[in-house]
C-alpha cells in the first residue's frame, strides 16, 4: 500500500520530540536538508542526532534548539570548516548545552551495522589509545576471547527514525540510491523506521527492473516523501551538484546569534516548503543541474 | 609567480606516496598530492574517500569535498564507508593522509577540542571524522598541517588520532595492530618520525631551521643531516596550477 | 595493470595444494564451475573448500579427493538432495575422509564478513542451542558484556583465495556482479587475493560508469578471467538459465564410484577448457540463452 | 484430479502466512504456500530467500532453486544474505518455512547427519542452509516434511535448528530471542505446538488420527477438538495447479 505523504506529514507523524534521528549517512553527500529544514519549522525538541559527518545539517538543528545530543565523528562545515552554532552551543551553552557522543566515522559505521545485523556490538582494534573511547563514554575494553588481544566493542545504535534521500523510490518504499551510500544503508536497517525522500516516486517496475539498486526494502520505510531538491545545498548523484558558495554564506551568515536568526527566517521559517525554496533559489538552482552520463546496461 | 608553501607541501606530500600503493586521500593538500603523485612517478596508486569512493585518476575537476558529483563520477567503487574502513582494518591500505588544530612531538593529534572538558570545551573543533581510524590502522599516516606554536604543543588537549602516544613501542602496548605517523608536512618544513619523535628534516625555502624550531612548543630534535626541502620541480608546479587554477586549497596560505 | 590471464594459468598461480579456497559464494547462482573442473583437472589436493551452498561443486571436488575439509552450511545437490560423493566421503571416507566445519547460512556470512572487517570474531545469537557450535568447534560461548545475554562468537573466516564469477569485469580485475551476492562481497574482501571469472573482460570506462555495480576492486584481486558460461549449470542473471536437468542428470550419473569416475572422465578431464565443455554442450547451451531485460536508467 | 498430500500441505501452509508479513520462503512446498497465500488472503505478504532476493509477488515461472533467473528477475531488493539474516535477528521477521529429516516432540530438526559421530556418520545429509538461523530467529517458524514413524522420533541424532529444545522455556534459558515452532505439518497431519510440544490437531483427508499415532516415534498428544485438515479449496487447487502444472513439488508425494 501506498506510504507517499507530504513532508510535514512524514516528520509530524514520525519524528516526535525526543526522537533518536539519524540523517545525512551518506557524509557530505545526499544530505536530506529539506527535512532538516521541516524539523526546525515543526519546532522539535530534545532530538538525538546520529550522522558521521552531516555537513552543516547538524549545526543548523543545533542552532535552532532542537537538538539534546549528537552521536557523530565530526560536525561542523565541511567547506569552511568550524560550524558556529555548534560551537556556541559547546563552548556557551547557547542556545542548549547538547551532549556529544563522539564517534569516528569507522566506530559509527559498526554501531550502525551492528543495529542492522541485530548484534549487540562490533569488535574493533580502531581507537586504541585515542582519547574518544573515553569521551564517548559507551565502548566497552575487552580482550578477544581468541587471542588476548585488546579490543574495543562498539555497541549497536538502533535510531528511532532515518531519513534518507535518494535517486528514486516507488510508493511502497523500495528505494534506489545510487553514489557514495557511506553508513546509509547501515542507518536504514538499523532504524525502527525509515522515511524516505525520493526526487521522484516511480512505478514498481522501474524499481523491479534493477533490485541492486535498492538501499532500503519497502518493509523498513514508513513514509515516502516526493520532493525534488530536497538535499540542496548538497549534491545529489546524476540530479544535481553541491552548491559550495551556499555553505560558506551560511557560515558567514551565521558567526552570532542573529545574524543565525536572519538566516533562518530567510531560508527556513521565510519558506512554507522545498517548493518555494527552490523557488527563492531560481537561477542558481538550475544552474545546479547535473544529469550526468548513464550507466553502462545491465540486464535482469 | 611566487611558489607558495601549500605547494611545497604538496610536492612533499606527493613523494610521499609509492608506486601502486593503496592510500586514504581525503581533502584539500592531499587531494592535490594524490593527483600530483598519479601523473609523476605513481601512476598506479589507488585513492580511497571515507564516504566510500575508490579512484585510480583524479577526478576531472577540483574537489571541494570528497561527496562532489565529479570525485563519483569515473570511480571504480562506490563502496560503503565501513567497506573501505575494513581494508584498512584488515592492513589493505598503506598510508593515509590527515591534518590536525593540534600535534605533540610523538604525533598525537587532537582534532576534537580545546580545553580541559570535553563536554564544556574552550574551543569545540569540528571532529576527526575517519581521521582517527587511519591514524589507527593504515601502516603508515601523512600529517599535514599549518605550523603554529599554539598548535606544535608540549602536549595536546584530547588525543583524537593517536600517534606514538608516550613514544617507543606504546602503539603496540595498548593494542594497535600496525602504523603511526610517518611524517609531518607543515608550513615551515618537514618532520620525519624516528623513535616515535618528529625529527626536523627540512626546512622549506621560505622558512629556516630557527624558525621550525622557534616555532614549535617543544625542544625539536634536528636531523644532522638537515637540509632545505627540494623545491616543486616545473612539472609538478604546473600540475599543480592546472588542477587548482584558483590557488583555493594551495594558495590561501592555510592547509 | 592488466591481470588478464587463462584459467589455467589463474589456478595454477592462485590455488596452491592445501589452500583456503572461497567460491559458490552467491549460493545456488553463479557458482564458477569452471574453476571447479580446472581444479580437478590440474589435481589440486588437501583444499580446505568454504562456501555456504555451493550446489554440487564441493561435491564434485570431494569426490576427486581434492579436499580435506569443507567449511559449509549446506552441501548437496540442491535439485536432487543428496551428493553422493559428500556422503561417501563422510559415510566411508571415499576417495578420503574430509573434515567438517559445520555452518548456518547466518554464520558463514559473519565469519566471512568479520574477515571482510579485519575483526577477531562477530557476536550473534543464533545457534544457541544447536548442536551445530560444539560440531564446527571453533566458536566460542560468552555473555555479552553489555547486558549478560547470551552469544556465540563466530572467528573471522579469512581465505587465502576467493574465486568470483561476474558478468563483465575490467582488465585490473574491477568487477561489476549484478543479481544475488549471497555472501560473495564479504569472501572476496576477506580473501588473501581473488580470482575474477568474468563473462567479458571490459574497458575501464564501462566499470567506471557504475561504481555501484562494483562488487570487488581490482586493488583486491589477483587474477582476471575471461570465461564465457563459466558458471554452467548454474545461471548467471542477465545471461543464462540454470540447466535443472544437468544437476539430475549428474545425481543419477554419480550413485557409484565408477560413475562418478566416468562423468568426471566425460565432462571435466575428457574436455581440455570450458570452450570445449560448451562446443560439447551444443544446442542444450545455446537454449539456456536469458538476455532479461535492461535495468532503468541511472546516470552518474 | 485427486487431491495429493503436497496440496494439502500446501493449502495448510498459505494458511500459516498472514496478510502484511515477512517471511523467509524457502524453496519447494513452501514456495507455492507463498504464491497461494500472496493471491488469496495475503496479497500484502513479503518473500525473503536466502541468497538476498526479496519479493512482494511470485515469480512469474515456478522455481527449481531460489537462485533461478525468474526469482531475481522482478524483485525489490538484491541484498546479501547478511543483511537479511539481520533483519532476522533483529526480529524483523515474522516466520519462516523449513523442512528436516527428523524431528522431535519439542520440534527439535536435524538435517546434517544421521548417527552418534557428527564427523563418521550413518548418513551423513546436506545440511541446515539457514534453517537454523531461521529457527533461531524467527518469530515463529513452520515446519513441512514427509510423515515417517523414522522421521519423526523420540530423539533425534543432531539438533541442527532448535524448536523447544528440552520444552517450556528452554528457549530463553539458551539465550534465544523470541521465536520457535508454531507449527508442523507432515503428509499425513497438521500438529500444533503447545507448551513447546506438538499436539495433533487435524488429520488430512487421506490419512486419520490412528496413523498419526502409528506412525509417530513418540506417545503422541491429540487434540480434544481433533479433526480433519480442512482441504484445498477450489480456488487454491487451481491456484497451485497453475504454478506447478507438472505437479513437480506437489504431486511427487515427498515434500
Redesign the interface.
Known sequence: MSKVVSLAEAIRDHVPDGASVALGC?????VPFSAVHELIRQGKRDLALIG??S?IAFDMLIGAGCVASVT?????N??A???HC??RA??QGIPRRV??F?H????I??AL?AGALGAPYLP?????????PA?NGTFKEASSPFDG???LLIPAITPDVTILACQRADADGNAHQ??????S??AALAARTVIVIAEAVVGRAVIASDPNRTIVPALKVGAVVEEPGACHP??L??RY??D?EFFHEYHRATRDVPGFERWIAEWVTGVPDRAAYLRKLDGRWAALA?P??PAAEATF | MEITAGEVMVAQAAREIADGE?VFVGMRLPLIAFVVAKRTHAP?A?GL??????R?TPSAELL??????PN????????????L????????VDAGFIGGAEIDRHGNLNT??IGAD????????????????I???AKRLIVIMPHDRRRLREHVD?????GY?SGSD??RS????RGGPSVLITTLGVFRFTGGEAVLESYHAHSSEADCIANTGWPLRVASEVRMTEPPSAEVLAIIREYDPEGFWTRRGES
Open positions: 551518506a557524509l557530505e553527500p545526499a558521521p559527518i555537513d557523530m565523528a565530526w560536525a561542523g565541511v567547506s570548516g568550524l560550524g555548534y560551537r559547546m563552548e551532549r556529544v563522539d569516528s566515522n569507522f566506530t559505521a559498526q551495522l574493533t582494534r580502531t581507537l586504541l589509545g585515542s582519547d574518544i569521551a588481544s585488546p579490543l545510487w553514489g557514495p551510500w557511506g553508513v544503508q547501515e548538497s549534491p548523484q546524476g551538484a553541491r559550495h547535473a550526468g552520463e | 593503496v598506479n589507488t574517500f571515507e564516504l566510500g569512493v575508490v585510480d571541494y569535498t570528497m561527496g562532489d558529483t563519483v563520477a569515473g570511480a571504480t567503487w562506490c563502496a560503503r564507508t565501513i567497506d574502513m575494513g581494508l584498512l582494518q584488515r592492513g589493505d576534537t577540542a570535553r563536554q564544556h570545551p574552550t574551543v569545540q573543533l569540528p571532529g576527526g571524522g575517519g581521521g582517527a581510524d591514524a589507527s590502522l584530547f588525543v583524537t588520532s593517536p602516544g606504546w602503539r595498548v593494542g594497535l595492530p
